[in-house]
């Protein structure tokens, strides 16, 4: 099992932050490895809501359905992929922390060889570093 897991405080209240990140119209706004992300069936928090998307890791192009499976308003959620080459689970989090909220990424993917000719630690590596990016990213849009 690998794991990526980074976090970062910004500097809003938890509700803004945890809305932002749960508007599935944000995530090709922060995120340099989403490409595309449309929701195709539920409502945007809603449990089970199913969404298209594709991302790319180390360079190549992998395309998902992944599904919420957990929605805690204002706290936490959760994706889990249903389609797609590299399962994943994905937990976002939201605590207060100071005057400001820490997010918190998790996900927890299995290896990478079936995908990628390379090890799973070089992979996981460049992937931290993506998503670790992101959240700065997120970071300056929420604070500006």
Do not use: C
């Amino acid at each position: 099992m690998n794991i990526v897991e980074e976090s970062i405080v910004i500097d809003k209240p938890r509700k803004v932050v945890f809305d932002f990140f749960a508007d599935p119209s944000t995530v090709t706004l922060y995120s340099s490895n989403v490409v595309e992300y449309d929701v195709v069936s539920g409502g945007p928090t809603e449990i089970g809501r199913k969404a298209k998307l594709a991302v790319k890791v180390a360079g190549v192009r992998l395309e998902y359905t992944d599904e919420l499976t957990e929605f805690e308003d204002g706290a936490a959620m959760t994706l889990r992929a249903t389609e797609g080459r590299i399962p994943y689970t994905l937990r976002m989090s939201v605590a207060d922390e100071g005057e400001g909220t820490r997010v918190t990424f998790h996900q927890e993917t299995e290896s990478f060889g079936g995908v990628f000719k390379f090890a799973d630690k070089l992979v996981l590596k460049m992937y931290s570093r993506d998503v670790r990016g992101n959240l700065e990213n997120a970071k300056v849009l929420l604070e500006e």
